[in-house]
């Protein structure tokens, strides 16, 4: 098994850009069951970057842990390791 969970994201509210803790995730688009493919995109040195899919922006925000988002509910819960 892993020994780490990379945190996954979705834009459910439609917002237009979403602030994340994580340079490393997957964007799942939507909650199941009106998810798009699970696409790992990787930041980089950047500090932004854009669903290939949703085309949902994503800003890196290191005051926030790497499971945490801005609107808090673009993190998906279910991904946090137990």
Request: charged content about 25%; glycine content about 8%.
């Amino acid at each position: 098994m892993a020994d780490k969970i990379v945190p996954h994201f979705h834009n459910d509210p439609g917002v237009s850009s979403i602030a994340i803790g994580a340079r490393r995730f997957m964007c799942i688009g939507a909650k199941p069951p009106f998810d798009h493919p699970h696409v790992f995109l990787d930041m980089g040195d950047d500090t932004e970057i854009v669903c290939p899919y949703c085309s949902t922006l994503y800003k890196f925000d290191g005051s926030l842990h790497g499971f945490e988002a801005r609107p808090a509910e673009c993190a998906l819960e279910e991904t946090r390791a137990a």
